[in-house]
């Protein structure tokens, strides 16, 4: 909108919007840091989408900012580095959220254990791959390499062939986690009932929950106390003590 001709008041107006849309997103970013504070921080796959998407999504709130000034948008609009500056924001900051999410929540949905190890592996694809395909594109768009054009000039070649290499490295990390998944419901192991150690309401039944959700009336505990959180060798998840055994063939 800045380079449309609107008037000089309603490009200030529109700039003062543009950049009251930081405000939300970098509160959130700090509540979910200091979520982690002072915290026995454990690498699962889950943990490990849910920081890259923390990354990914500060990214791409931080490059907002140059597009929200006047003078910087102007030589920006309408380059590859709104393109990326877009994915960081949505595909960063949505759908690794929502696998990091899926992740969590299969064993519950589905009553079984995905392997871990390629989950993992999955995720440091993914968020390496991510950034190869959409960071180069920042360079190209500070240097004036404009989005929508088939050719482009040759110095600009460099970032294309990285941008493309991390696009093919992407679509196959997401393709893995999809196959890491799928396998889990054939091959998996019986997911017991809170496989995450949480101590919240929703893990205190079977997984997955029965008809009516509890087979008895759970007890609400304290959700900070991870004090019985034990890592179970046979089903490969960290459990409660006490807590549902997996259901059993």
């Not at 849309?21 to 200091?34: D, E, G, Q, R, Y």
């Not at 995905?114 to 995720?123: C, K, L, P, T, V």
């Not at 929508?148 to 070649?157: D, G, T, V």
């Not at 490969?236 to 997996?246: A, T």
């Amino acid at each position: 909108m800045f380079t449309s001709g609107q008037s000089e008041m309603v490009t200030i107006i529109f700039s003062v919007l543009t950049f009251s849309v930081s405000i939300p997103s970098a509160i959130k970013v700090f509540n979910w840091l200091a979520t982690m504070y002072k915290v026995s921080i454990v690498l699962a796959t889950p943990m490990c989408y849910a920081l890259s998407f923390l990354f990914l999504f500060t990214i791409g709130g931080l490059t907002g900012l140059f597009l929200g000034a006047l003078a910087t948008d102007i030589h920006l609009h309408d380059t590859y580095f709104v393109v990326a500056h877009f994915h960081y924001v949505m595909m960063g900051g949505t759908l690794v959220a929502f696998i990091g999410g899926l992740f969590y929540w299969w064993p519950k949905m589905t009553g079984r254990m995905y392997n871990e190890f390629w989950g993992q592996i999955s995720s440091l694809i993914v968020f390496v791959a991510f950034n190869l395909t959409f960071f180069p594109q920042f360079v190209m768009g500070s240097r004036g390499m404009p989005r929508r054009y088939y050719n482009y000039l040759p110095e600009f070649q460099v970032y294309h062939v990285l941008s493309t290499i991390g696009a093919f490295l992407l679509g196959f990390g997401l393709l893995l986690a999809a196959i890491v998944l799928i396998v889990s419901l054939f091959k998996g192991k019986k997911a017991p009932a809170n496989p995450w150690g949480a101590a919240t309401l929703e893990w205190q039944c079977s997984s997955p929950p029965p008809l009516a959700n509890f087979e008895k009336t759970p007890t609400v505990g304290n959700p900070y106390d991870m004090n019985s959180v034990v890592w179970d060798p046979d089903t490969e998840s960290f459990i409660r003590r006490g807590d549902v055994p997996p259901v059993t063939d």
